[in-house]
Structure formats: C-alpha cells, structure tokens
C-alpha cells in the first residue's frame, strides 16, 4: 500500500476527548474515526488489526470444535420477555420497527442462539455441539469511556456450548480456559499481564472467569495473587478473600481491563426456552449451556495501552497492519529506483508494506512511522544506498543497522518466522 494513496492519513491535533493512549493514538494514527462518544468507524489501517485479531480468535475457537454462524442483529422484543431481561437490561437498545414492533439491538446473544440450535438438537446423539460468531454488538453503556475499550457499540466474539450433562459443560469449559490463553498470547500480551481472575458466577455455577490485562487504564479492580497469576474480582472479594488456588492471604490490588470472559450458563436459558433433549435413557433432560466472549476492539484498544510509548504505538507482529513501514528520502532517481524495485521485491514476496512514497521531510515521515507503530522501519536514502543497503530500525529498539539490499527479504522473512 501506497501511503500517499491510503486515505486516512495521520492528524497533529489530539482528539478533544482522548482519556487514555488507545483513544489518542488510533485516531490520531488514522485507525479509527470518532462518530458520537463510544461510537467509532474503522479506517483501512484498524480494519487490517481489527481482522488480524479477529482471525486468530476465529482459528482458535475452530480449534475447539466451534462452528461460525453469524446471528441477527435485530432481536424480537418477545425473545426478550421470555428471559425477563427486556425490561431487566439495562443497557439494551430497544427500538421499534414497522407496525410499532419492537425490537432490541443485539447485546449478547443468548436470547437468539439457544431457540435457534433448539431447532436442530432433540437427542444427547446430536451433543455437544458449539457455534460462535464475531460481530458488532450494542450496548447502551452510561458512560462511554477510554477509547475503544469501552464503547456503546463494539466488536464481540461469542462462543455457546451446549451439553447433555454438567460433567462434559466442565470439561468443555476447561478447553476453553486454556484456549483463551493460548489467544491472548498470540495477540502478544506476555502472560505476565494476563490474569485470569475469579468472578462471580449467578445461579449455577460459583464462579465465572474473566481474563484480565493489567493496566492503570482498566475500570476493574482485581486482588493478584503473583504467584499463582490468578486474581480475584473486587466484586466477590467478600466471598473469596484468599487466592482461590494456593489460599495465598496476601493479594495486591491492581487495576485490569477485561478482554475476556467465560461463564457456565447451567439451564438458565434452557429452561425460559424450553429446550430439552432425550439423554440415553429416552428421558428428557434440559441441556446445559456455556458462554465465553471476548472483545476484539476492547483487546485492539488494550494492546494500544501496553505497547505504546509517548511517540505512538508498538504492535505486536502477530496483528499488525502491515508487516513494513518502508520509507524512501528524497527525490535521487536511484533512491526511486531502488526503493520502487524493494516495494515490489517484498510484496511478489508475500510481505506485506506500507510505503511512505510521498515527497515530505525525513522528520514528519519517521514521526508518522512512529506513531502507527509497524514493527519493522526501513529506509531507502541516497546515504543508505551509498553503503550498498537500507536502514533497518525496529519500532521497539532504539538503534538502527545497516542491511544489505540483497539479504533485506530473507531478514524481513526471518523477522516475521
Ligand atoms: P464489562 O464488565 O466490562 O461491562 P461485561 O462483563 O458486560 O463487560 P461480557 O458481556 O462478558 O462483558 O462481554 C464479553 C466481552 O466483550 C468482554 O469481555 C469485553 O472484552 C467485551 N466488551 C463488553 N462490553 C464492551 C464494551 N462496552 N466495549 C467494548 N468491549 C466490550
Ligand atoms: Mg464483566
């Protein structure tokens, strides 16, 4: 991609409202537009991390056996009636269509998913089965807040198990615990900041668990025992007051935002929709449900917060846009030349690159460079060329090499091995 073609381009003025590093800097970058408070359009540059991130959540829930369905955003009001949540939610959007019936925008969606795999589950033969979908869920938060962590429309991965018995929900749910780990370290959150963290759990289950990054940024509170990198939720702190682990007395206080979270659902659902099946000995049992979500844009604006510094952002490289930031200085015909020829080297190569080919100063494209956070940086001058190469500056170092044209594919490759 050519960056003097790429529309959203970068701005100078912070955004009026930026409380946190994930709200200056993705709009700033030209990631994201601001439409209302909570409300954000995705440029082609945070689409591209949207979907990376998108994409490895999807590959894992694949991996547990979940199937991709994408459910309607619109709900029937009466969906809603019959799980006492129409009037009970508070941050349901309800709106009404032709003929005054009402709807609700689609917050979560237990209320659609458990009829709909109703209709296709009568016998324990048919469990269990598991359908997940990624999409734009509404949320009628009171107070949207820091960037994309907190909006009043976002992207959600949803995920519902469905089993004959609680003996094989646990066990499902155990995958799905250790998957969720395996996600958030692909996304590139060192396990060090990732607690998974104890919550409560509602009518059929003592716990839930949520998956929490820590940060000052994060609107939860959450007692850390280091040890065990198990956490308990302030919510519960009451009831649990020791590592649910190791028993550990001494827990630190810290700050998380949750990207994740996981709850056995027992026949909460089940039982308002009715959805029974026959287990083995012909009789019919309430099958048991399981939900696990997670926040693309939530863990979008939370990578912003852990791998930024004050010039811009640090993605990791398993989500970022592009996997070079390629810049050519000057208007010499050879620097044109040869950075022309590298651009199209890299791209027949299957790398992707971001190519700031636009007549402007050293100093406003590095800036640039800096603030959107690519990985890897490399120049093509007429002072680098003269030492036979390019010069090789990664996003997270300070110090910048020489590389020869030659090798510059095989070390982007091993880069990105
Ligand atoms: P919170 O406690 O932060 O309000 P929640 O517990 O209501 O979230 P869930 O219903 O469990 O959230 O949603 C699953 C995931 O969706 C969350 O773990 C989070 O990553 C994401 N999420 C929830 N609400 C928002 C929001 N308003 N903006 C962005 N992401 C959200
Ligand atoms: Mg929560």
Known sequence: ??????????????????????????VQGGFIHQEAAGVYSYLPLGLKV??????????????VGGQEISMSVLHPKQNWVTTDRWD?????????????KEYALGPTHEEIVTPLVRDYVFSYKDLPTAVFQIQTKFRNEPRARSGVLRGREFSMKDLYSFHVS?????????????????????????????????????????????????????????????????????????????????????????????????????????????FKCTDKQGKMQPVIMGCYGI????????????????NGIMWPKSVTPYQVHMIGLGNDENVTKEAEKLYNDLKKAGITVLFDDRDERA??????????????????????????????????????KEVKLGEVLAKVKEFYS
């Not at 590095?366 to 959107?372: H, P, Q, T, V």
């Not at 690519?374 to 090789?392: A, D, N, Q, Y």
């Open 50 to 63: 949207l979907r990376n991130i998108e994409q490895i959540i999807r590959e894992e829930m694949e991996e």
């Open 88 to 100: 009970s939610m508070d941050v349901l959007f309800r709106l009404k269509g032709a003929g005054d």
């Open 295 to 310: 926040g693309p844009s939530r863990i979008m604006g939370s990578l912003v917060e852990i791998f930024s510094d004050e």
């Open 166 to 274: 609680q003996e094989d929900l646990d066990r499902y749910y155990d995958e799905v615990k250790a998957s969720y780990f395996k996600i958030f370290e692909r996304l590139g959150f060192d396990p060090k900041v990732t607690y998974i963290t104890y919550a409560s759990g509602g009518a059929f289950s003592k716990y839930s668990h949520e998956y929490q990054i820590l940060s000052d940024v994060g609107e939860d509170h959450v007692y850390a025992c280091e040890k065990c990198r198990v956490a308990v939720n302030r919510e519960i702190l009451d009831d649990q007051n020791t590592c649910p682990e190791c028993g550990n007395k001494d827990l630190t206080e810290k700050k998380g935002i949750e990207v994740g979270n996981i709850f056995k659902l027992g026949t909460k659902f089940s039982d308002s929709f009715k």
């Open 1 to 26: 991609m050519r960056y003097s073609k790429l529309f959203s381009k970068t701005s100078k003025t912070v955004p009026h409202d930026a409380d946190s590093a994930n709200a200056k800097f993705l």
């Open 363 to 400: 100093g406003a494209k590095f800036k640039d460079a800096d603030l959107i956070g690519i990985p890897l940086r490399l120049v093509v001058s007429s002072r680098t060329l003269e030492k036979g190469g390019v010069e090789w500056k990664e996003r997270n170092k300070s110090d910048a």
